[in-house]
């Protein structure tokens, strides 16, 4: 099946720091979503992304959707302690047709743990 | 407001028992998922609900049923628990799309 390569596996970081995450794929993606879940909880929709090349901001993040649309990168400006979680990239392939179509392929996701 | 509701949050059960996982969401979303989440691995789909009376297997279906019981529950059965079965189970729906896709709060399930 698809698989999507999720790096780093975790990071520790100073608070105030920059984090950088990555997703690579060897399939295409029309669709990437980052989220966000933090322990003992559900996954949280952070940023979505529609189109090869797109940069969008949410905050003090920021996600852009690669050229090739077999990747996507997830930065995190300045950390703060309640950036801890893990991040899961995801990624769909097709247009709605059906309610299977909302099949997304997870990464194993990125571990973060901000140091204060 | 309370969204996507898991019940129970915790279980311990032995090899060859069953339960099921409820899930309700009061957000009047169309089509609602079943997830399982393994240390170290994404989520993986287990069921899924297009909409009230329509059910349709995932990437990892074995071992498991499913039952879409009206608009708001979809509930998740183990007929017979097995050790390979011991994970986080995430309940999720939606109406419009991918970036409306809301999770509960997850079931941990041990199976020894």
């Known amino acids: 099946g698809q698989q999507l390569n999720q790096s780093p596996q975790s990071m520790f970081i100073q608070e105030g720091e920059d984090v950088s995450m990555n997703c690579t794929s060897s399939?295409?993606?029309?669709?990437w979503l980052w989220y966000k879940q933090d322990p003992g909880e559900g996954p949280v929709l952070l940023i979505a992304?529609?189109?090869?090349?797109e940069l969008t901001s949410n905050g003090r993040l920021t996600a852009q959707f690669g050229i090739t649309r077999k990747d996507s990168f997830l930065n995190i400006s300045a950390s703060i302690p309640s950036d801890v979680g893990i991040y899961f990239c995801?990624?769909?392939?097709?247009?709605?047709?059906?309610?299977?179509?909302?099949?997304?392929?997870f990464g194993k996701g990125t571990k973060l743990s901000v140091i204060p | 407001n309370a969204g996507v509701t898991q019940t129970p949050k915790f279980q311990v059960l032995k090899t060859g028992q069953s339960m099921t996982l409820q899930c309700a969401q009061d957000?009047?979303?169309?089509?609602m998922y079943w997830y399982r989440q393994d240390p170290g691995m994404g989520l993986r789909l287990i069921y899924y609900?297009?909409?009230?009376?329509?059910?349709d297997k995932g990437e990892v279906p074995n071992g498991y049923n499913v039952s879409r019981l009206n608009k708001r529950e979809f509930s998740l059965r183990l007929e017979s628990a097995a050790p390979s079965q011991t994970s986080v189970y995430f309940c999720?729906?939606?109406?419009?799309?991918?970036?409306?896709?809301?999770f509960g709060s997850g079931t941990q399930l041990s199976v020894l």
């Open positions: 992304l529609y189109k090869a090349g």
């Open positions: 995801a990624g769909q392939r097709g247009g709605y047709s059906g309610a299977g179509s909302y099949q997304l392929t």
């Open positions: 399939s295409i993606f029309n669709t």
């Open positions: 609900s297009a909409s009230e009376g329509t059910t």
């Open positions: 999720a729906s939606t109406t419009g799309g991918w970036e409306k896709l809301f």
């Open positions: 957000m009047n979303h169309n089509s």
